[in-house]
């Protein structure tokens, strides 16, 4: 079965970065997207890019463009992401989740990982 | 990229059916159907309902359906359970390859 496993809780102080982990098991890791979202405190969702395990390549929503990196390692089939320059509207609970089959639009998020929460204090 | 419109709140009783709008523009809503519906319960990570505006994922049930018409899009749940409450999110791919989510819908079950 398909699972998302994503590293724990981390917990930051401003201007400090943070990288979080997401382990895909049970299909074929290079051969879907994988997006990440996250979720400030009772707030909604919130799009913060893409990439193909393929190849690497990578797209962000202009809101993180140059503070966020998402990488992948396609031995241990785990995607990466890590924010820089963390401020206090940065804690939140980010969320990696598998998109469509790579070569097709990745339009729908079918398989979410567990969350993990980020808190930036001081 | 502006976040989709949705209401803030909607309400049902136990068996009725309650529908949920999401308004965007031609550059996301409008301009592709691409359009997904995710449920959240508390503490818990999404979960997809509805894909490409209106087909429903293996093992939702079809109390659950999705249509769009121009800029916005809905889902209704037909059928209410108390299962059923929950936060709900519509999502849209756009014209800058960018997603984009709506600001959520809690759905209370009377």
């Known amino acids: 079965q398909v699972q998302l496993v994503q590293s724990g809780a981390e917990v930051k102080k401003p201007g400090a970065s943070v990288k979080v982990s997401c382990k895909a098991s049970g299909y074929t890791f290079t051969s879907y997207y994988l997006h990440w979202v996250r979720q400030a405190p009772g707030q909604g969702l919130e799009w913060m890019g893409i990439i193909n395990p393929s190849g690497g390549n990578t797209n962000y929503a202009q809101k993180f463009q140059g503070r966020v990196t998402m990488t992948r390692d396609t031995s241990t089939s785990t995607v990466f992401m890590e924010v820089s320059s963390l401020r206090s509207e940065d804690a939140a609970v980010y969320y990696c989740?598998?998109?469509?089959?790579?070569?097709?639009?990745?339009?729908?998020?079918?398989?979410w990982g567990q969350g993990t929460l980020v808190t930036v204090s001081s | 990229q502006s976040a989709l419109t949705q209401p803030a709140s909607v309400s049902g009783s136990p068996g009725q059916s309650i529908t949920i709008s999401c308004t965007g523009t031609s550059s996301d809503v409008g301009g592709y159907n691409y359009v997904s519906w995710y449920q959240q319960h508390p503490g818990k990570a999404p979960k997809l309902m509805i894909f490409d505006v209106s087909y429903r994922p293996s093992g939702v049930p079809d109390r659950f359906s999705g249509s769009k018409s121009g800029n916005m899009a809905s889902l209704t749940i037909s059928g209410l359970q108390a299962e059923d409450e929950a936060d709900y999110y519509c999502?849209?791919?756009?014209?800058?390859?960018?997603?984009?989510f709506g600001g959520g819908t809690k759905l209370t079950v009377l």
């Open positions: 999502s849209s791919y756009t014209t800058s390859s960018a997603r984009v």
């Open positions: 989740a598998r998109g469509s089959l790579t070569g097709a639009t990745s339009r729908f998020f079918d398989y």
